[in-house]
């Protein structure tokens, strides 16, 4: 099975702290994804990446940076946290091919607190 | 971009009761359409997807969903819900065909309730 896992069920973080969410992935999957989910809005695109090293913006970037060094890990990084990114955070990763890509992966989540 | 819209933020049934979760989608172009469910505190599974081929797709725990490209429509149905069922519901679209990165839109949700 494939498995996503995120290294944080919940944190707790002060306003302004520098908070690093992680997510690995065990099926050598190219494509990985950061969302933010809150409700009434469903899920947010942060960032993702198709490769190694390789980012690319989602819908709501600002404030969330990303680091890809190795193919199996993806985090998210906020670089100067707020209470307003007290949220759901959700990891996924899917095959790179015109098919096959089609299932994405979640790992189970992170409760992110800001206080 | 595509867009998903889930017409019911709530659905509230009875046990047993048939249930129907409605999801419509823009996109001019071929695209391929999921149903994933979460429970409370936990990630998201897939249901079931549409790729290509019969429009009536069979997913797990009982669902289906139906594939309309006139309607734009992919709506999520079971004909006898159980209290397990309670979770929130997402429809999502990809980015297209011939598209290696997969990238999913998702409406906002639907939380189905199930009362006994």
């Known amino acids: 099975d494939v498995k996503v896992t995120q290294s944080s069920r919940y944190l707790v973080k002060r306003t302004g702290e520098k908070v690093f969410l992680e997510c690995v992935q065990d099926?050598?999957?190219?494509?990985m994804f950061w969302y933010r989910q809150d409700p009434g809005l469903g899920l947010r695109l942060i960032y993702f990446s198709y490769d190694v090293k390789m980012k690319e913006k989602g819908d709501i970037p600002e404030g969330y940076s990303v680091s890809r060094e190795k193919k199996e890990r993806f985090s998210l990084i906020l670089e100067s946290a707020s209470t307003n990114q007290t949220s759901m955070y959700l990891c996924a990763s899917s095959l790179a091919h015109p098919v096959l890509n089609t299932e994405a992966f979640f790992g189970q989540g992170t409760r992110l607190t800001v206080v | 971009a595509q867009s998903v819209t889930q017409l019911d933020s709530q659905v509230p049934v009875f046990e047993e009761a048939p249930v129907e979760l409605r999801c419509n989608y823009s996109?001019?172009?071929?695209?391929?359409l999921f149903w994933y469910v979460q429970y409370p505190n936990q990630g998201l599974q897939l249901l079931l997807k549409?790729?290509?081929?019969?429009?009536l797709v069979k997913g797990i725990n009982g669902f289906e969903a139906e594939f309309n490209k006139s309607q734009t429509s992919f709506h999520l149905r079971k004909p006898s819900v159980h209290i397990s069922d309670t979770a929130e519901y997402f429809c999502?679209?990809?980015?297209?065909?011939?598209?290696?990165?997969?990238?999913?839109?998702f409406g906002r949700g639907t939380q189905l309730t199930v009362w006994p």
């Open positions: 996109s001019s172009v071929s695209v391929y």
């Open positions: 549409y790729l290509s081929g019969s429009t």
């Open positions: 999502a679209v990809s980015d297209g065909r011939g598209s290696t990165l997969g990238r999913l839109y």
């Open positions: 099926m050598d999957h190219e494509n």
